[in-house]
């Protein structure tokens, strides 16, 4: 699975995304903020601090993370399945 290489917040809880494979785009987490952990978004500043983690995690703190495979799958709209089935070519 491809890795982030860089991340940045934009407005409406949305981030940017580039990934290793050099895949990138805009992904909205409107549907995640003000619940549970994410209510701490609700603060702009904080949701401005996201950040890659050390082990590629999307991070706003040590207990604030999302998973970067899942934001791949919403960045590419590809399922795991998809990423998972080898590429087969016609006449290979």
């Given at each position: ?28 987490l ?41 934001m ?21």
């Amino acid at each position: 699975m491809p890795r982030p290489t860089s991340v940045k917040a934009l407005p409406n809880f949305r981030i940017w995304l580039r990934y290793s494979d050099g895949v990138e785009g805009e992904v909205d987490l409107s549907d995640l903020a003000g619940r549970g952990v994410f209510a701490a978004w609700n603060d702009p500043v904080f949701f401005q601090s996201v950040r890659l983690g050390t082990h590629g995690a999307i991070e706003w703190s040590p207990d604030i993370d999302i998973c970067p495979d899942s934001m791949y799958l919403r960045l590419t709209g590809r399922s795991l399945e998809a990423l998972a089935s080898p590429s087969v070519h016609a006449g290979a």
